[in-house]
């Protein structure tokens, strides 16, 4: 049969398009490393390593229909459309690569073509692997055996600085950087010990540090590289456990890892791939999500996002884990505590869920429809109500809803667990990543860093307490948002952090790896801009953590 009786038959049969694009996606070992990176550092930590899904829908080529009936496959989708997506991002949250200027036109066409041939094979990770890694900067016998400094460290941010990877130690009191300190690849977050002298840092590389506040200038004492891609890390908190470990939840390989937390030398450990709760599919990339540590029992509160389920992983015989695998939804992402800290509420972002973990009873209590799209709590904000009691909140990015949910099931029965109280952010469209108060402030303050209009991307949402609604915007001045590169714009307000005693609130410019950016301090209560934090080290900031909060587990 000749070529052309051959592409008319196909096209008869409807194969053409398919068959002529699997002869054009051809890329060379230079295309294909490029590609790699990229996937790494802007697709994964949403679609999955193996491009399943979980924030973002699964994008590999072969067709797949989730559970809402929606079909996916990025085959049947074609170069031209799925370009499209890639440059424009979507309402339902996917940033516009192509159209922030984050990725070059060329680079749009290149990942349109890489996401259609089948994902590679993520390398694995053993503990001598680890061990290699693993650096001792400054052993425990020659650390300060009190604080070095005069400045009153346990009002200390530490602000990522994110594209940049490192952490900027700011004194609260004094707004001015103390010390800026290396961490791994785009810095996520970081967690302080329970008695706030140390910071454990991650790295969506997997690297973790440690870094000791208590030295003059602070700086890392100790670093290891736990696995390939990470999201979480926190320690021990339980009364005779404090700071004695940390434990890192990676993404790649699916793991939790437990670490000496003076030295962080690697102990254990624990592959997480397991059964789906609802539909038992064996599912390999089962990666850990928020970790929360216990304050009332030697426990880690760990979310393994595919799954849908939470594992309580008791840590006191470190090498020999007890692990209760609670069932809750599917997939589970950030979450915090309610303001007793007995209740861990957590984002079930695939089924548009609030899942109640019991940690006295070791049990779920709720799965709540968050009555939004994909509810985003970063940890949540509690209030009490003189209305509905006891509630903790969550805002969403698919849509502009900031929902209440009741935390007090023995005072307020009738309020628990379920939505109380549903707030509209103004505008359409969601877009909101965190929001945050702190016991000493009437106002909650929300962000919304991912609604593509501009206008509603660069405002402050205030919202108060008492009313449980928006009562002012605060619009972030146009002299902050400024970049020299044209094609970066930068992003602000993102993340909100208060200060010790909740006066303050704090949030962050997003800028470009080329401009120092901002952090803006507003009186909490006069809602004025009270100062504005700027340094020439201060690239890229996103997430703050003050130590007394952190430690305390304080929002
Ligand atoms: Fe985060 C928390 C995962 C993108 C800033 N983020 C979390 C947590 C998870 C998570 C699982 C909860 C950790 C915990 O409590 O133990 N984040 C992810 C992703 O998978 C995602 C969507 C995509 C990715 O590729 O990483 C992602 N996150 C971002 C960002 O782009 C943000 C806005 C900027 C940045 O610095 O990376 C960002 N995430 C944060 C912050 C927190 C966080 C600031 C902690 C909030 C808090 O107050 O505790």
Known sequence: ?????????????????????????????????????????????????LRKGALGPWIRPEPHKDKKGAMHGTKNLGTEA?????????????????????????????????????????????????????????????????????????????VVLRDVGKIAIVDGDKKEVVSVVPSGFATHILRSSKDGRYMYVIGRDGKASLIDLWMKEPKNVAEIRVCNDARSIDTSKYEGYEGKYAVVGCYWPPSIVTLDGQTLEPLKQVATASYTYDDGVFTREARVAAIIANHHK???????????????????????????????????????????????????????????????????????????????????????SK?????????????????????????????????????????????????????????????????????????????????????????IPEEYLKSD?????????????????????????WGNKKTASAILVFDANTLKLKKVIQDKRLITPTGKFNVTNTMGDIY
């Open 1 to 49: 049969m000749k070529v052309g009786k051959i592409v008319s038959l196909a096209a008869a049969l409807g194969l053409m398009t398919v068959a002529l694009q699997a002869e054009e996606i051809k890329l060379s070992k230079e295309e294909m490393a490029k590609a790699k990176q990229i996937y790494f550092d802007r697709c994964a930590g949403c679609h999955g390593m």
């Open 387 to 475: 209305k509905y009691g006891p509630v903790w909140l969550t805002g969403h990015i698919g849509s502009n809803d900031i929902v209440a949910i009741g935390t007090d099931p023995k005072g307020h029965p009738d309020n628990a667990w379920k939505v109380v109280k549903k707030i509209k952010l103004p505008g359409e469209g969601g877009g909101n990543l965190f929001i945050k108060t702190h016991p000493n402030c009437k106002y909650i303050f929300a962000d919304r860093p991912v609604n593509p209009d501009r206008k509603l991307q660069t405002q402050i949402y205030v919202i108060d307490k008492d009313k449980l609604e928006v009562v002012k915007t605060i619009p």
């Open 82 to 158: 799925l370009k499209a997506l890639i440059y424009n991002g979507t309402p339902g949250g996917m940033p516009g690569w192509g159209k922030s200027g984050e990725l070059t036109k060329e680079e749009v066409d290149l990942m349109a073509k890489y996401v259609q041939l089948p994902p590679p094979q993520p390398p694995e990770k053993s503990m001598a692997d680890l061990k290699k890694s693993w650096k001792v900067l400054v052993p425990v016998d020659q650390r300060p055996t009190k604080p070095e400094t005069d400045r009153n460290w346990k009002n200390y941010f530490g």
């Open 485 to 509: 590169d044209p094609k970066v714009k930068a992003r602000g307000p993102v993340h909100f952090e208060f200060n010790a005693d909740g006066s303050e609130v704090w949030t962050s410019i």
């Open 298 to 384: 030697p426990e880690w509160v760990i979310n393994i996002k595919e799954t849908g389920q939470v594992w309580l992983y008791n840590y006191t015989d470190v090498k020999n884990p007890t692990i209760k695998m609670v069932e809750a939804e599917r997939f589970l992402h950030d979450g915090g505590w309610d303001s007793t800290k007995r209740y861990f509420l957590t984002a079930a972002n695939a089924r548009d869920t609030i899942s109640v973990i019991d940690t006295v009873e070791g049990k779920l209590v709720a799965n709540i429809p968050s009555q939004g799209t994909k509810p985003h709590p970063g940890r949540g904000a509690n209030v009490d």
